[in-house]
């Protein structure tokens, strides 16, 4: 089992607690195992929530398993955590729609995110998943930058996306697929949905 | 337990058991923009302008299901018909689309009957202007055919969200084209350009007391008419009363010259 540890940054110890010094241990779906710091932690709401209820002290940190995130593999863990020790003890944004929400991308979470598509998609959920809310905020934007003023063509090369042609084959073959039963069941149940009826009776 | 319930636990069931089958690996792969959790791709189009929603709309069926209509986003519709072309613009709150038709293609009003419904598709804020301009050289004698296509798209139609409205109209009948569909509790403003095609028709007579009994009329706050063309003779001295309960008005007829208040910011 390897252990990664998330970068830790210059922090000004004077403004951190000291209870607030304990380093949690998580382990990704992969088996690799990453210690973040509790301040950090407080990026993420499920997290936070998550240690909060187990209340562990220090010694139990050490001595118990590393916390299993299962949906989660190690590689979009690492850039979660980093991202969480670069930005700890900042302010979690609240959106309550009673302000239009501009989101700038700081130069470390761009450095952050110049990674495959596939690895960004992964850290939109997982920052959905473990709900922090600035990491969703800026992915989301980058994501965004990157189709602002593509064609539908471009957008299809750039995000892999199926043309309708392709979109309705992949569902046939998937329909294929299926055991004869189910198809028949499904089929039935979207033509009494296309009928409006909400019951079969 | 009802057959749609054994039906939702079946599917639920074969859900389940795929996920199973096919384990992490495949979750992982699906992960794009197709299929990511709903508030993340939410948050993504609330980022684009109106053109890349609709771009976005337009690669695959997926992506139009999960993509809701921008044109929630479209705050004004302005149609300025010219004698060469006629421009549809679609204004948001920070930017203008335009499309622009030449008038030889003559196809603008089946383009914008396609997407009326998509503009005002369960919309439930009012447009803040809608306009339909004509260009003073326009020289169709046939310039009310766009109201008589407005007509039929709106008589089958939720009514026209809509706060200020502005016509060019040649007559009474232009105006009511548009005018009585419209919701009377969101339209603030009429203003009327009430002289178009007087150069086809100088009998023609503009009843302006037929939109009297409107609610549109009753509740509007502020109306402004510009460039009258010769109005029915009820309306050469008219009764001021039908115009008592605007805040704002403006009607620069020669016999009475009425203004009042402020407009609206």
């Given amino acids: ?201 | 337990m009802g057959l749609i319930d054994m039906l939702d636990a079946y599917f639920l069931k074969k859900m389940e058991n795929k996920d199973k089958e096919n384990g992490e690996k495949e979750k992982e792969e699906r992960i794009g923009l197709t299929t990511l959790p709903m508030l993340a791709f939410k948050e993504i189009i609330g980022k684009l302008d109106f053109q890349s929603v609709q771009n976005i709309r337009a690669t695959c069926k997926t992506l139009r299901k999960r993509t809701p209509y921008p044109h929630e986003k479209i705050t004004s519709i302005q149609i300025n018909i010219k004698s060469d072309c006629t421009a549809v613009f679609l204004h948001t709150s920070d930017k203008s689309y335009v499309m622009t038709v030449p008038q030889s293609e003559n196809c603008w009003e089946s383009l914008l009957l396609f997407d009326w419904d998509l503009i005002f598709h369960k919309r439930t804020t009012p447009l803040r202007k809608f306009s339909i301009w004509y260009n003073r050289y326009y020289d169709d004698p046939q310039f009310s055919f766009v109201y008589k296509f407005f007509r039929l798209i709106l008589k089958s139609r939720p009514p026209l969200l809509v706060k200020n409205l502005f016509l060019s109209a040649s007559d009474q009948d232009d105006v009511l084209s548009i005018l009585q569909f419209c919701d009377s509790k969101h339209l603030k403003s009429i203003k009327l350009d009430g002289d178009i095609g007087a150069n086809f028709d100088e009998d023609k007579v503009f009843h302006l007391n037929k939109l009297y009994d409107l609610e549109q009329w009753k509740n509007a706050e502020e109306f402004e008419l510009w460039d009258v063309r010769d109005f029915a003779e009820n309306d050469l001295n008219p009764d001021l009363a039908p115009f008592a309960h605007f805040l704002y008005l403006s009607i620069p007829w020669s016999e009475v010259q009425e203004d009042r208040g402020r407009r609206r910011g």
């Fill in chain 1, 1 to 201: 089992m390897s252990v990664e540890n998330a970068p830790v940054v210059d922090v000004d110890e004077a403004a951190i607690p000291v209870e607030k010094k304990m380093y949690y241990r998580f382990e990704s779906n992969d088996k690799k195992e990453f210690r973040v710091s509790e301040l950090a932690i407080q990026q993420s709401e499920t997290l936070n929530r998550l240690v909060e209820a187990m209340g562990y002290t220090s010694e139990d940190v050490e001595n118990k398993p590393a916390i299993a995130i299962e949906n989660i593999d190690g590689k979009t863990l690492k850039l979660v955590f980093q991202w969480c020790e670069h930005h700890k003890g900042e302010a979690i944004p609240v959106d309550d729609g009673s302000v239009p929400k501009i989101v700038e991308i700081p130069e470390f979470d761009a450095k952050l995110m110049d990674i495959d598509n596939g690895l960004l998609f992964k850290l939109i959920w997982a920052a959905d998943y473990l709900n922090i809310v600035q990491l969703l905020n800026v992915s989301c934007k980058k994501v965004a930058n990157m189709a602002q003023g593509k064609t539908p063509a471009q957008l299809r090369r750039v995000y892999l996306l199926p043309s309708d042609e392709e979109d309705e084959a992949a569902k046939r073959a998937a329909q294929e697929a299926q055991d004869p039963r189910a198809r028949e069941v499904e089929e039935e149940f979207e033509e009494r949905k296309r009928q409006g009826g909400n019951s079969f009776f």
